[in-house]
């Protein structure tokens, strides 16, 4: 018998991946509402009751129409309901089950616990999933009927108490079913396999005569019958009526002697008992002889066949019921016959019948035996099933290909893969370009042949189309559009795309918009062959799929305008650095790859009054437009701080730590500020200073001019911005050659999920010692390429310097490249002229 609870119980886990809701239940109503399956509920659920006016399952079924509830403590249809009151629901969604006599027999919904709005596509894939929830139980009701029949027939066929014999020519032994050693009177204990057995309880006045019919079926290979009496050991006397056949091996050679029997002392004395079980069966009986004619046909038989047992007794099968010759109901006959096998199958008889049938049918001495079922109705649930099941995978599949697409214009056009063969014949995808201008970017043909003048179909085609066909008309109205192949011929005007359309041959097509939130972004076309005509539910399918396909095309513009407007504003922020006279400034911003979000990340570089070459990298904790606009107003900040101080690193990091606390900019922030410094006489000798501090970053990396990678020893980070304005910043100092290369860079250069910081170092090392001859500009496109491939998980700011080789011509006077003449001592003072 079947069970539907399995398969409730998956269409309710189904319906909450699909809507989204972390609770689903379906529910029969009748005086009370019994929940049978669901997703999310709380151990023991199914199976409880609730009395109808204590439930928002209720009034979806009173009003027979999808209830959606987006904000329950608000709505007064539901608003009293003790789930709402308690909290645990702040949003209902259900659809009735409706079956197929037009009543409401049960209830699937969705629950969220807070309050959240129900597109029209959660209403649709509710309601067909409601439709198959109707399809798993009515296929469930069938299903027990069918399976009581099948007991009853099986009874009925017990009751015939015929019995089986199989005797070996070669080993002698012979082969009883249990039923068959009852008759004799014996036991499997007392029973000995051979022909022994049988002869010592066949009548003696009968044994002569029995004895004569096997060997004569034995030498002639042909056939034996014969009816006789079998006495057991309690004296009483058994007729039989027994019939068989020999078989013969490769050589031609009589092998085996196989057949049945039944006890007959009843019918003698009450006439044919086998005759009256078969009239009374449930199920279709017919018996043929060896010549395929109709020699009992039962009353059920004659109502599943259309036909009285005068008209088919002596007539032969294949005369009264031609459409099956040829086929797998003579397949399986004569199979059954020749090899003396029962066989059970299902097949689908022609008009005038146009029905399913399970028969099981088995040879005898006297021809062929067959029981029939008539099963259309079982099986047309269940192809109903079968295809909501498919419609259903089908939706699946496109939502987690456009969920989980990359590029959604590749997933795109990879829809008529999924949707060829099982919702047309051929379907070509149209998405229109930012520019206005329809474009073909996928197509597919279930038959291979086809293909290639698909592709060059779908390469012509939008140049040919006039604003009067199919395709045109779906994308200015936002309706499907169906129309015969030849109204789609006759629109288009002579030329290549009409001789293709008309070579492909399709009869009829639909033309189904991929509608977005307020516009039209594309068309799914899908192409049917003669003969083939959609269904509603298939047509309504098609419709989901590219209402999916068209919020997916939608989701991805609006990413892509909030992407493109934040990384503008991202790099609004930033600038471009100096030039000064001593060496060459290089910087790098790159956002994430996986979101389209601003961040806390940021560089910057300038000359201070003195002359002096500041750089500066940070990052505000966060990644949102708040992250941003602390960014900005830290980066200003300290901008402002150290032009108009000149003051050394040390002591704008402590400035900006303090203006930070008196403006409450209540962020946590790490930055790391170097500053490039020259006496006249450290100029001459071509050697530079940096000197520089550190708030919770990474420390800069230096580079020679020969390729050495140097780790500053003397770091010691402190504390993050904005965690205690009175924290004194100390500096540290290092001597650089001319050539040298500094990098300061943010933690998403070297972070990754699969890997721990310090293997991120490591990889930054070894491409910047692989890099070193590389010019600056160069270097950094290349470190960006090498550590994170253009893809990185997190914001990547750099700013790096690099030392020239050799002195540049210096200004005269004192200005905004000239560097101090005199370095200051005190690391957290300002410079002395």
């Known amino acids: 018998m079947r069970d539907a609870s399995a398969a409730l119980d998956r269409l309710a886990e189904l319906a909450s991946r699909l809507v989204g809701a972390p609770i689903t239940q379906i529910s029969l109503i009748d005086d009370v509402q019994v929940v049978v399956a669901g997703a999310g509920l709380r151990p023991g659920s199914v199976g409880t009751e609730t009395p109808l006016q204590a439930t928002a399952c209720a009034i979806t079924a009173a009003d027979r129409a999808p209830l959606a509830v987006p904000d329950a403590p608000t709505d007064p249809r539901v608003s009293g309901l003790a789930p709402v009151a308690a909290g645990a629901v702040g949003a209902y969604l259900g659809a009735p089950l409706i079956d197929g006599d037009g009543h409401t027999v049960g209830v699937l919904c969705a629950v969220a616990p807070a309050p959240r709005p129900w597109s029209e596509t959660d209403v649709a894939t509710l309601r067909e999933l409601a439709g198959a929830a109707v399809t798993e139980l009515e296929l469930a009701a069938l299903t027990t009927a069918y399976e009581s029949d099948r007991l009853r027939w099986g009874l009925a066929v017990d009751a015939a108490g015929i019995g089986t014999f199989d005797w070996d020519l070669r080993t002698g032994e012979l082969t009883w079913d249990a039923r068959l050693i009852e008759m004799f009177g014996h036991t499997p204990e007392t029973f000995g396999n051979s022909i022994e057995a049988f002869n010592e309880r066949v009548h003696p006045d009968d044994l002569p005569r029995v004895t004569d019919a096997l060997q004569a079926s034995i030498e002639t290979r042909g056939d034996y019958e014969a009816e006789y009496r079998v006495v057991w050991p309690g004296g009483d006397t058994r007729w039989l009526q027994a019939r068989g056949r020999t078989l013969v091996d490769g050589d031609g050679r009589a092998s085996r002697v196989i057949g049945a029997a039944y006890d007959t002392t009843a019918e003698r004395a009450a006439g044919l008992r086998v005759t009256r079980v078969l009239e009374a069966m449930p199920a279709g009986f017919y018996s043929l002889d060896r010549e395929w004619r109709f020699t009992h046909v039962n009353a059920e038989a004659e109502r599943l066949l259309g036909r009285s047992r005068e008209e088919l007794l002596g007539r032969e099968l294949w005369t009264a019921f031609p459409a099956a010759v040829g086929s797998v109901f003579e397949e399986n006959y004569r199979t059954a016959v020749r090899t003396g096998t029962p066989v059970h199958f299902d097949a689908h008889y022609p008009a005038p019948l146009d029905g399913w049938y399970e028969l099981r049918a088995w040879p005898s001495p006297e021809g062929l035996s067959v029981y029939f079922l008539e099963v259309t109705e079982r099986r047309r649930v269940q192809d109903r099933a079968e295809r909501g099941a498919q419609r259903l995978a089908l939706l699946a599949q496109v939502s987690a290909e456009l969920a989980g697409a990359l590029d959604v214009r590749t997933a795109t056009a990879h829809l008529p893969r999924l949707v060829v063969p099982a919702l047309g014949d051929c379907c070509i995808v149209t998405v229109v370009d930012p520019d206005g201008r329809p474009r073909d970017v996928g197509h597919w043909h279930a038959d291979p042949s086809a293909r290639p003048l698909v592709e060059r179909y779908a390469a012509v085609r939008t140049d040919a189309m006039p604003v009067t066909a199919p395709l045109m008309r779906a994308l200015l109205t936002g309706e499907p559009v169906r129309e015969l192949a030849e109204s789609v011929l006759g629109v288009l005007p002579e030329g290549e795309a009409r001789d293709l359309l008309a070579a492909l041959a399709p009869e009829s097509a639909i033309a189904i918009p991929l509608r977005g939130r307020d516009r ?152 790391a500020v170097a500053r490039f410094e020259q006496t006249d006489d450290e100029r001459a000798r071509g050697v530079t200073r940096m000197r520089w501090a550190n708030a919770g970053h990474l420390p800069p990396l230096v580079v020679g001019a020969d390729g050495s990678v140097t780790e500053l020893a003397a770091w010691r980070g402190d504390l993050l911005l904005g965690v205690d304005p009175e924290t004194r910043r100390e500096e540290s100092v290092v001597t650089l050659d001319r050539g040298a290369t500094v990098l300061l860079f943010t933690d998403g250069l070297v972070e990754r999920r699969d890997a721990d910081l310090d293997a991120g170092l490591a990889r930054l090392r070894q491409a910047l010692r692989e890099l070193a001859d590389r010019p600056l500009q160069e270097l950094l496109d290349e470190v960006l390429e090498r550590l994170v491939d253009g893809h990185p998980e997190d914001d990547v700011a750099l700013v790096a310097v690099r030392l020239h080789p050799q002195d540049r011509p210096r200004p005269a006077v004192a200005g905004p490249n000239r560097v101090p003449d005199v370095v200051p001592e005190d690391p957290a003072g300002p410079p002395r002229r």
Do not use: K
């Open 520 to 671: 039209t972004l594309g068309v799914m076309t899908l192409y049917f062959r003669r003969g083939w005509t959609p269904r509603e539910e298939d047509l309504a399918t098609a419709q989901d799929v590219a209402d999916r396909a068209g919020l997916a095309l939608d989701n991805a513009r609006l990413y892509g305008q909030q992407r493109a407007l934040a990384e503008g504003l991202q790099r609004s922020l930033l600038t471009e650095p100096p030039e000064p006279d001593h060496a060459e400034v290089a910087v790098r911003y790159q956002p994430a790859a996986e979101a389209a979000r601003v961040g806390g990340d940021w560089y910057d570089a300038f000359l201070q009054p003195s002359g002096a070459t500041m750089l500066v990298i940070g990052d505000v904790v966060g990644h949102d437009t708040e992250a941003a606009a602390a960014m900005g107003q830290l980066r200003g900040l300290l901008r402002g701080i150290a032009t108009y101080s000149d003051a050394g690193p040390g002591e704008v990091l402590r400035g900006l730590d303090a203006s930070m606390a008196l403006l409450q900019t209540r962020v946590l922030a790490t930055a």
